[in-house]
């Protein structure tokens, strides 16, 4: 079995920045690949970012050049950086690994309990 637990969320200005992370317990963090998604009141969970075992990545236009998603397989640990953010990126966010490259949560097997972010305008 994976945990996944996030963390690095919380309150900042729009522009501003944030650094969510993501650690991972077990031995086979490396196999997986990783994804963040997000969930607003009221709205679906939505794609975010995706990263595969090998380094490769790809975003939601919503945050494309904006944000970056990274691993460090050594420490189990992906991460999100947010830059520039605006008041709609508001959201709990929530990392996710399974054995697909995928931008939809179905094809992730594990799921960590959420981080909420919220920026004021």
């Known amino acids: 079995q994976v945990q996944l637990i996030e963390s690095g969320g919380g309150l900042v200005q729009a522009g501003g920045s944030l650094r969510l992370s993501c650690a991972a317990s077990?031995?086979?963090?490396?196999?997986?690949?990783m994804g963040w998604f997000r969930q607003a009141p009221g709205k679906e969970r939505e794609f975010v970012a995706t990263?595969?075992?090998?380094?490769?990545?790809y975003y939601a236009d919503s945050v494309k050049g904006r944000f970056a998603i990274s691993r460090d397989n050594a420490k189990n640990t992906v991460y999100l950086q947010m830059n520039s953010l605006k008041p709609e990126d508001t959201a709990v966010y929530y990392c996710?690994?399974?054995?697909?490259?995928?931008?939809?949560?179905?094809?992730?097997?594990?799921w960590g309990q959420g981080t909420q972010v919220t920026v004021s305008s």
């Open positions: 077990g031995r086979t963090f490396s196999r997986f690949h």
């Open positions: 996710a690994g399974g054995g697909y490259y995928s931008t939809f949560s179905n094809d992730y097997n594990y």
């Open positions: 990263i595969k075992t090998s380094g490769i990545t």
